[in-house]
């Protein structure tokens, strides 16, 4: 059974770099077959989907928050990480990792993480 688990500072105040990781249990994160994702939810919005990290450490982003996102991993400890940097209130969510089959012609979000809430405030 894959499980995710989030965590992260909290409270953050702008402009700082907010930083989040993800710990995989159960499944390896360095086969191709799966991507890592970042994905959020603001109050009373819907998903958003922040950016992935590939089996070979290739990354992909959100052309939105492109600028300001980066991911990582760290094979040894089953982790992946993101920096969010230059924080604003608007980037107040709940934030999720969540696992993601990369099938032929599609994707599919089978595994996710319970989430883990940021607020940024001053």
């Known amino acids: 059974q894959v499980q995710l688990q989030e965590s992260g500072p909290g409270l953050v105040k702008p402009p700082q770099t907010v930083s989040l990781t993800c710990t995989v249990s159960?499944?390896?994160?360095?086969?191709?077959?799966?991507?890592l994702s970042w994905i959020r939810q603001p109050p009373g919005k819907g998903l958003e989907w922040m950016g992935s990290?590939?089996?070979?450490?290739?990354?992909v982003y959100s052309p939105s928050l492109k600028q300001r996102t980066s991911l990582s991993r760290d094979t040894s400890k089953v982790q992946f990480s993101l920096q969010l940097s230059s924080v604003t209130p608007e980037d107040t969510a709940m934030y999720y990792c969540?696992?993601?089959?990369?099938?032929?012609?599609?994707?599919?979000?089978?595994?996710w993480g319970q989430g883990t809430q940021v607020t940024v405030s001053s």
């Open positions: 990290i590939t089996g070979d450490g290739s990354t």
């Open positions: 159960g499944g390896s994160i360095t086969t191709n077959v799966y991507a």
């Open positions: 969540a696992r993601v089959a990369v099938l032929p012609g599609t994707v599919a979000f089978d595994y």
